[in-house]
């Protein structure tokens, strides 16, 4: 369900430093592109699953099933059914196509995102504490908050072309809008690479071929394809995650229970999740919108029409009621008809 989607977080280092100051700025920074590179060559195979459940590609009929009601129900097949769908086409190698892209995006984006924290540093972090009125933590919450918006938004935008979003380190009172693995490392070579499952073409095998062929097909412009629905997914998952978590800690949570340092620290990740959710819209349409009219099957017709722009492939979605397709990799229900993905 939803908690597939959302995968163990990365570590945040305390206010002031912590491990930072310990390994020194090069070796915390080095720790964080092999962790980054591990995570992401971990969890490609369930990005590489779900994205092909968002082009709409479901390759396997349905099954009857059962829901909790005991109500017989239409179901599409979950991740390990998929996965092994996959194995026997391609092999288990099959599982990690567009790996390599992903890699190199993850790395890219964990140095930017070290590279903008050192050259705008935030003065003075300090942790959010019970002792502050309410005018003071909010405003702490809303300079930590901007900041870390001022790293990934530049992250994302010099990443793009190989886009991915990597670990780094936040404040304790941030929820960086990299916590879930769902919202990142979305590369568009990577992606196209994936999707060519579809319709077995090998017109982007490898990076640097990958680079040139859409420089001379759609220009400068191509290498940002679906970078604003991203880019406006992150923002509002940060600042909404960010502020709901305060709020809920400062009212909802009174300070003479005695777990409340934990309910305090549990809070922000619960918020990550539910918020996480809310936004995944915006993740869909910016993948649709990284493979849509670029020559592959997936991108184009019957899966979906050529769109104009994001809003166009929103509305779209919207239309069909597939807003939220691929969002969960466990029990997905069919639609009614099954499989059926009308064009406008």
């Not at 109500?71 to 099959?94: M, S």
């Not at 918006?149 to 404040?171: E, Y």
Request: include cysteine.
């Amino acid at each position: 369900m939803a908690a597939m989607a959302a995968l163990p977080r990365a570590p945040l280092s305390p206010p002031g430093g912590g491990a930072e100051d310990a390994a020194g700025p090069e070796g915390t920074e080095g720790l964080f592109v092999l962790l980054g590179a591990g995570l992401a060559a971990a969890s490609h195979p369930l990005l590489y699953v779900k994205l092909l459940v968002q082009v709409g590609h479901e390759p396997l009929p349905p099954t009857i099933g059962r829901n909790v009601l005991g109500r017989k129900v239409l179901y599409l097949p979950g991740f390990f059914t998929y996965a092994r769908h996959i194995v026997e086409v391609d092999g288990k190698r099959g599982l990690f196509r567009g790996l390599t892209p992903r890699l190199i995006s993850s790395t890219l984006s964990t140095i930017t995102r070290g590279s903008v924290k050192k050259a705008f540093p935030l003065e003075d972090m300090e942790h959010v504490s019970n002792k502050d009125d309410m005018k003071t933590s909010l405003r702490k919450v809303v300079r930590e908050t901007s900041h870390e918006m001022m790293m990934q938004c530049v992250s994302r935008v010099v990443s793009h072309p190989l886009h991915g979003s990597g670990k780094a380190p936040v404040s304790n009172e941030s929820c960086s809008a990299d916590d879930h693995t769902e919202r990142s490392w979305r590369c568009l070579i990577s992606m196209r690479c994936m999707v060519q499952f579809v319709g077995r073409e090998v017109k982007y095998s490898g990076v640097f071929s990958a680079i040139g062929r859409i420089f001379k097909e759609e220009g400068i412009l191509g290498f940002f394809v679906g970078l604003v629905p991203h880019i406006l997914g992150d923002v509002i998952f940060l600042w909404c995650c960010n502020l709901l978590a305060h709020f809920i800690n400062t009212y909802a949570v009174d300070d003479n229970f005695s777990q409340a340092s934990v309910i305090r620290s549990y809070t922000k990740f619960v918020m990550g999740i539910a918020v996480s959710m809310l936004t995944y819209p915006f993740l869909l349409v910016g993948d649709l919108m990284a493979v849509n009219n670029c020559g592959l099957r997936a991108g184009l017709p019957p899966y979906a029409p050529v769109f104009a722009s994001w809003i166009h492939c929103w509305r779209h979605l919207s239309a069909q009621g597939q807003l939220f397709r691929g969002s969960s990799l466990l029990f997905r229900r069919a639609p009614v008809p099954a499989a059926s993905f009308p064009i406008d």
